[in-house]
Every structure is written in structure tokens, then in C-alpha cells.
């Protein structure tokens, strides 16, 4: 079993920052992609960025410039730096790790219990 824990989230003013944490623990090996979704009311959750083991990033068009998505392979921990926030990213960031099983033959998605991140305008 894998265990995902979120911290950072808040309260914050149009174009502050936040840093979002997510560490993974239990039976890892490795992991393979990471990534941020975030769900705000009434809408599907979207996918924020993603990181891959080796370095590479992908981000939705709406944050790109603005948001970092990092990864401490060591600690089994990604990253989000959130700069220049806006209203409309008002949602809940949930953290996902895809976890090679060995079992079942392919990478396993994990979730975080998820954080609040709330911008005032």
C-alpha cells in the first residue's frame, strides 16, 4: 500500500504564491509520473501538470508560466509552486503518483486526500 500526504494549501490574494506538498510512503519501489489535479465546484477535475521519473514536465495551458511542478525522487516527494495566482484557480489540488505494480503488471494511480487552495480576488 501507498499513501499520498498533501500539505500547503490556504487562503491566499490574487497573484500571491503557495507551495504545495506530496509525500509518498509505504511499499514503493519507484515511482513513475507524479502529478497535480485539481477539481473546483461544479466542474470534472483536471489534470494540472505531471512530472515524469526522469525530469520531464507537461502543464495545462491556464497555468503555464505561472505554476512548478518539481520532484525529490529520494524523498518520494512532488512539488508545486504556484506563482501569481488567480480566482479561477480556486480548487481542490489533489496529488497522484502512478506506482509500477508488480502484481498486476502495470503502474498503479495512488490520490491524496487532496487541499484546499482558495484565491481571493
Known amino acids: 500500500q501507498v499513501q499520498l500526504v498533501e500539505s500547503g494549501g490556504g487562503l491566499v490574494q490574487a497573484g500571491g504564491s503557495l507551495r504545495l506538498s506530496c509525500a509518498a510512503s509505504?511499499?514503493?519501489?519507484?515511482?513513475?509520473?507524479m502529478g497535480w489535479y485539481r477539481q473546483a465546484p461544479g466542474k470534472q477535475r483536471e489534470l494540472v501538470a505531471v512530472?515524469?521519473?526522469?525530469?520531464?514536465?507537461n502543464y495545462v495551458d491556464s497555468v503555464k508560466g505561472r505554476f512548478t511542478i518539481s520532484r525529490d525522487n529520494a524523498k518520494n516527494t512532488v512539488y508545486l509552486q504556484m506563482n501569481s495566482l488567480k480566482a479561477e484557480d480556486t480548487a481542490v489540488y489533489y496529488c497522484?503518483?502512478?506506482?509500477?505494480?508488480?502484481?498486476?503488471?502495470?503502474?498503479?494511480?495512488?490520490w491524496g486526500q487532496g487541499t484546499q487552495v482558495t484565491v481571493s480576488s
Open positions: 497522484n503518483a502512478a506506482v509500477p505494480d508488480q502484481i498486476l503488471g502495470y503502474d498503479y494511480d495512488y
Open positions: 509505504g511499499s514503493i519501489f519507484s515511482i513513475n509520473d
Open positions: 512530472i515524469s521519473s526522469g525530469g520531464g514536465t
